[in-house]
C-alpha cells in the first residue's frame, strides 16, 4: 500500500496542507512540537477511525475551529482508493471513494498500518490492557469480522457490568444467563482469532528479535489463557466459567472472565520481559514485535502496510536503526525526526521540513 498524497485542513495545529508522499522513505523533520507527529496520526486515523494519543476526536480539531478534515489518496492492489474523515465536535463523515461509510468498522483493511513510537515499550512493561489492545488494532486491520465480534462483545460486557451493579440481586441472577451465552458466543470468535493471530505472530517477533540483537538472546510469545481448540467448545466452557462466577461477579461488580482479561505472555531469555528485561531489551522486543506485524499485514493482506516510525530512532543504537532501515526498505515508511543526517546514513529518501504547523518549501 502506498499513500500518494495526505491533506489536512484543521487538523490539531494544521490550517491547510497537502504531503506528497514517495513509495519508499519519507522523512518529516522540524523540532519539536512543530506538528511531525499530528501528521503521522492523521495517517493512523485513516487506517483505522481512532487515534492512538487521545479518547475523544473532538481534540484532532484545530483550536477555534469548528471541524476537521483528512484525506488521502492511497494506491493499493486494488487501484487508486480515496479515503477521507470529516471531524466536528460531536460527530464525523468517513468516505471512501467519495461514498459515504456508516460503521468505522467498514473503513478496515482499506489502508493498513503498523505505527511505533518511543510509547510503544507500554506494550512490554505496562499491564495486559496494551497488549490486548495491540491484538485488537493489529487484528481488526485485517479481519472485519473480528472487528464487528470485538465490538459486539463490548457493548455486551458493559451491559452485563451495569446489571451486575443493580441492587435486585434476584433479577440480576435470573437475568445473567442470558447476557452469559450472548457473550460467549463472541467471546469465542475473539479468542480463536487472537490465538490464530499469536500462531503466526509469534516465529516471526522471534525472528525478528533475533534479527535486531545479532542472536544473542531470544524472546518467545505464548497465549496467556487456556481455552479448548475449537469455536463452540470454547462458548461452552467461557458459558459455563461465566455462570460459576456469578457470586464472584457480584461481589465485584464486573464480569471477570472472559478475553477483555487475557494476556500475551512475554519472555526474553527465558524471563518473564515485564519483570526482567532492561529498557533497551524491552525496546528491541517491542519493535520486534511491529516489524512481525509488517509480516503479518504482508501475509493476510497481499501487501506490505504502511510502516510509521514516530520519533523512533533517537530511541535506538546504531546498530538497531541500520537494521530498522534495512527491513523497512521495501516498505513506504514515513518517519519523524529532529536531524534527517542522524537517521538516514546516506540513504536517498523524501525529505518534508515542518514548522509550525506548515510545510517549510
Same mark, same amino acid.
Given at each position: ?7 489536512? !485542513? ?5 490550517? @491547510? ?16 512540537? &512543530?506538528?511531525?507527529?499530528?501528521? *503521522?496520526? *492523521? ?10 494519543? $487521545?479518547? !475523544? ?12 478534515? %483528512? ?15 470529516? $471531524? ?10 467519495? /461514498?459515504? +461509510?456508516?460503521?468505522? %468498522? @467498514? ?21 495486559? @490492557? ?16 473480528? /472487528? ?23 433479577? %440480576? ?41 545479532? =542472536? ?15 469455536? /463452540? ?12 462466577? !456469578? ?16 494476556? +500475551?505472555? $512475554? ?11 532492561? &529498557?533497551?531489551?524491552?525496546?528491541? /522486543? ?14 493476510? *493482506? =497481499? ?35 529532529? !536531524?534527517?543526517?542522524? %537517521? ?18
Amino acid at each position: 500500500m502506498i499513500i500518494k498524497n495526505l491533506t489536512l !485542513h484543521n487538523f490539531r495545529n494544521y490550517v @491547510d496542507e497537502t504531503f506528497c508522499f514517495s513509495d519508499g522513505l519519507n522523512v518529516l523533520m522540524g523540532k519539536n512540537g &512543530q506538528g511531525k507527529t499530528n501528521c *503521522a496520526e *492523521a495517517v493512523y486515523y485513516l487506517c483505522t477511525g481512532s487515534s492512538l494519543r $487521545i479518547r !475523544h476526536d473532538r481534540q484532532l480539531i484545530r483550536m477555534g475551529e469548528s471541524c476537521a478534515s %483528512v484525506r488521502a489518496e492511497v494506491l493499493s492492489r486494488y487501484g487508486t482508493l480515496t479515503l477521507e474523515a470529516d $471531524i466536528f465536535e460531536n460527530r464525523r463523515e468517513l468516505r471512501l471513494n467519495g /461514498a459515504r +461509510i456508516a460503521r468505522a %468498522v @467498514d473503513l478496515l483493511g482499506n489502508l493498513n498500518s503498523v505505527f511505533f513510537s518511543p510509547g510503544e515499550l507500554r506494550l512490554i512493561q505496562d499491564g495486559p @490492557d496494551e497488549r490486548r489492545r495491540f491484538l485488537n488494532l493489529s487484528i481488526s486491520q485485517t479481519s472485519r469480522d473480528y /472487528a464487528r465480534a470485538l465490538l459486539r462483545y463490548n457493548r455486551i460486557l458493559d451491559q452485563r457490568n451495569k446489571l451486575l451493579k443493580e441492587r435486585d440481586v434476584g433479577m %440480576v441472577l435470573e437475568t445473567l444467563p442470558v447476557w452469559d451465552e450472548q457473550l460467549a458466543r463472541y467471546a469465542a470468535v475473539i479468542i480463536r482469532r487472537r490465538r490464530e493471530y499469536l500462531t503466526r505472530l509469534s516465529p516471526l517477533a522471534e525472528e525478528a528479535y533475533l534479527f535486531l540483537s545479532d =542472536g544473542q538472546e531470544g524472546m518467545k510469545l505464548g497465549f496467556d489463557a487456556d481455552y479448548p481448540e475449537e469455536e /463452540a467448545e470454547i462458548a461452552r466452557v467461557l458459558s459455563e466459567q461465566l455462570a460459576q462466577a !456469578h457470586e464472584r461477579d457480584l461481589r465485584f461488580g464486573f464480569t471477570t472472565v472472559g478475553p477483555h482479561r487475557d494476556d +500475551i505472555r $512475554i519472555a526474553i531469555g527465558g524471563a518473564d520481559a515485564r519483570g526482567y528485561a532492561s &529498557q533497551g531489551q524491552m525496546r528491541t /522486543a517491542a519493535l520486534a514485535l511491529k516489524l512481525a506485524e509488517v509480516e503479518i499485514f504482508k501475509q493476510l *493482506a =497481499g501487501e506490505p502496510p504502511v510502516l510509521i516510525l514516530d520519533d523512533v530512532m533517537s530511541e535506538l543504537d546504531l546498530t538497531r536503526r541500520k537494521k530498522l532501515l534495512q527491513r523497512a526498505n521495501s516498505l513506504q515508511c514515513i518517519i519523524t525526526c529532529t !536531524h534527517a543526517e542522524r %537517521v538516514l546514513y546516506g540513504k536517498d529518501a523524501n525529505k518534508i521540513t515542518i514548522r509550525g504547523g506548515k510545510i517549510v518549501r
